[in-house]
């Protein structure tokens, strides 16, 4: 008799007016409740009836009312909904199409229909699907007003759920990557470009890749001299002589911005034609290419004779990392050995690489090595093994020649045009540069707030990190620093301790690479460039950028579980360091294999009063004593491997056993 009682829904209207409210984020548990989490850091407790009215991530209004001797928020207002366009797999209820979001907090199922043009009979349970949420209960729509609930729209099937090719199409339809290579195109035609091209195509330029790799982009030639200084050749594939300006080619592979490297598979930014082929600087096979020649010093310094031109070559090595390693490392390759003149070559390179190395570990800055991990696929997708790729000599080789062509490319395209595609790192967060002194000056670092704030300074930081015996401080500091960015203006980078930087080394697989490639053609050639970067570039790339990583990061996690999935039972133990500590836990990367596991705290001890993780200090104490900080290595076990949300749950094989007192306390307690 009370229902739709005008004067008691004015009541309820003042009395809810009469309450605090307060805006924060939804944070969901998978116990039914969650958490009002506000700006300033509080935290207001939301029962389950509440929780049927909002989803995980959403930003809310809440009224705040003492419910039971206990303050509540009961959200009323939305702000921002969390979920919109998502990934989710069909669930059927009494025949009825629902969608479970594929999310670690979204676990209830979402009333659904097809959109028009998606036949209903096609879903089956489990399959993978994208979909909209266009009704919200606490949203503005008509739909949401009537029915007081959750609705979503189908747009559209992704796979079955058996498929297993799944983490690869889910994944690229989550981040609206593309799953196919460019369409080809009949044929191919070099443009008119005005460039004279040098013919360097007798000169023993080599390449080094590794095994399988088909889009060679990068030549080198190099001459060693008698005062041991060195002059190198760089020569850098040449895709934007095919592709013009704007044109529909052109225009797909800004839109792609990179080749997309996922684990057992990449889709190419280029067409395979122009990428493993055309471009690609096979061995013996004529190419055009853009070419910076410069002399280094026998202290790895680069001098001011950079000059860059369009040239053919023919490179005549197609030589890979181990074997060059092997070669170098331990004075033969068993599967092969090289004529004088490659041999020569890799002897002047090599020559070179130590040089440059010598003088960036000294003036700027050299990261330590960390491997590579690699997944080993069988024919039908499933994980047969991970192998761990530790970067050798020739690695650091090649890696030697692209940075010194990219600080060349950085210094010309500064000096003639003040703009380009640039790399580049402002060190400390002005804002963070207070506290991370505060760490600096308890560990008795030599430096002043003021030495910080230059790239001199900074440089000198991040070598004095490197010598540490241990990576805590590093570890610590790092969440203090900016990321690396890009952007059209020329500017330091404070992590690669260089002036200026600038890639172009890879344009078959970067379209920033190609931007640069075309001022580098203005350079040579002394005409007007045919593309600038504009404002927006920067944004464009760290977007296409991030988008890949986390990509790529997903398809391992879903492989990482698949393979894992028996290690629980066989009580596996691995190597883990641990990179980052929040109030909940420890997370850890484990070494033998590269995959993230997250150590909760209630694995570590039983008792959570004696145990404390503090993600300020990157430490955890237990019993007041600490036992555990950022960059420690300890052995583990997995403890739980959830397929559902590809997450590894792992606990320490140490254990830390109640104190005595406490142990003597508890016994009497048990024997009274």
């Known amino acids: 008799m009370f229902q739709d009682n005008p004067l008691l829904a004015q009541l309820k209207k003042q009395i809810q007016e009469t309450l605090p409210k307060k805006e924060g984020n939804v944070k969901a548990t998978d116990r039914g409740f969650g958490f009002l989490e506000t700006d300033n850091k509080e935290s207001f407790f939301i029962p389950p009836i509440y929780m049927k009215n909002v989803m995980h991530g959403d930003r809310v209004i809440a009224v705040i009312r ?30 009825r199409l ?39 209960p606490l949203g503005n729509d008509k739909l949401s007003n009537k029915n007081k609930t959750f609705f979503c729209d189908i747009k559209e099937k992704i796979t ?35 460039l004279e091209r040098q013919d360097l195509t007798e000169l023993p ?3 080094i890749d590794g095994e399988s790799t088909k889009d060679m982009d990068d030549a080198l030639y190099t001459v060693k001299k008698d005062d041991g200084s060195f002059e190198i050749t760089i020569a850098i594939a040449d895709p934007t002589s095919y592709i013009a300006v704007g044109d529909k080619m052109d225009d797909e592979a800004r839109q792609r911005g990179f080749t997309i490297y996922l684990p057992g598979r990449n889709i190419p930014m280029l067409p395979r034609e122009l990428s493993d082929e055309l471009c ?12 910076c020649r410069v002399s280094i010093d026998k202290d ?68 330590p090595d960390r491997p590579d991990y690699r997944f080993e696929l069988s024919e039908d997708n499933d994980v047969v093994a991970i192998h761990t790729d530790l970067r050798r000599t020739a690695n650091r080789m090649i890696e030697e020649a692209m940075i010194t062509a990219n600080i060349c490319a950085g210094r010309v395209l500064k000096e003639k045009f003040g703009t380009g595609v640039f790399n580049y790192h402002n060190g400390f967060h002005p804002e963070k540069l207070d506290t991370a002194m505060n760490f600096l000056t308890e560990a008795e670092a030599p430096f002043e707030k003021e030495q910080l704030t230059t790239l001199e300074g900074f440089s000198a930081l991040r070598r004095w990190l490197n010598d540490l015996d241990s990576t805590y401080l590093d570890n610590r500091l790092r969440k203090f620093q900016a990321y690396s960015e890009v952007g059209n203006q020329p500017s330091p980078h404070y992590a690669m301790g260089l002036d ?15 931007i640069n490639h075309r001022l580098l053609k203005a350079v040579i050639s002394g005409y007007e460039p045919t593309q600038k970067p504009d404002d927006t570039v920067g944004e464009e790339i760290a977007n296409h950028r991030r988008s890949h990583r986390m990509a790529e990061r997903d398809v391992a996690d879903w492989l990482y579980v698949r393979l894992l999935k028996n290690s629980v039972k066989d009580e596996t133990i691995f190597n883990a360091e641990i990179f980052d500590i929040n109030r909940a836990g420890i997370r850890i990367r484990l070494l033998e294999i590269g995959a993230s596991a997250f150590i909760p705290a209630s694995l570590i001890v039983d008792n959570k009063q004696r145990i404390v993780c503090n993600s300020e200090l990157g430490t955890v104490t237990i019993d007041t004593v600490k036992e555990y900080q950022l960059g420690d290595t300890l052995e583990v076990k997995l403890a739980e491997v959830r397929a559902a949300t590809r997450q590894l749950v792992a606990k320490p094989i140490q254990q830390f056993p109640a104190p005595a007192e406490a142990a003597e306390k508890s016994t009497e307690q048990e024997n009274a």
């Open 66 to 95: 003492t419910e039971k001797e206990r303050e509540v928020a009961e959200p009323q207002e939305l702000v921002e909904q969390n979920l919109t366009r998502f990934i989710g797999r069909v669930k059927l209820i009494r025949d």
């Open 98 to 136: 629902h969608v479970v979001p594929d999310h670690p907090q979204l676990n209830d199922a979402i009333k659904a229909r097809p959109v028009k043009g998606l036949n209903p009979e096609s879903l089956k349970e489990s399959d993978w699907v994208v979909a909209n949420l266009n009704s919200h």
């Open 160 to 194: 079955d759920s058996n498929d297993k090719i799944a983490p690869w199409w889910v994944t690229l339809a989550r981040h609206e990557l593309p799953n196919t290579e460019p369409a080809p195109q009949e044929s191919w035609s070099m443009l008119e470009e005005g």
């Open 205 to 207: 330029f080599i390449t």
């Open 280 to 291: 690609s600087l096979i061995e013996n096979e004529k190419r055009p290419v853009i070419c």
């Open 300 to 367: 790895g310094v680069i001098q001011d004779d950079i000059a860059f031109f369009a040239a053919w070559i023919r490179s005549q090595a197609r030589l890979a990392y181990d074997n060059v390693s092997d070669l170098i490392e331990n004075g033969q390759c068993d599967n092969w050995i090289p004529n004088d003149v490659i041999a020569a070559q890799i002897d002047a390179l090599h020559g070179f690489a130590n040089a440059r190395s010598e003088w960036r570990t000294n003036t700027a800055v050299v990261f």
């Open 500 to 514: 200026v930087y600038a890639t172009w080394t890879s344009p078959i697989r970067k379209y920033g690479d190609m």
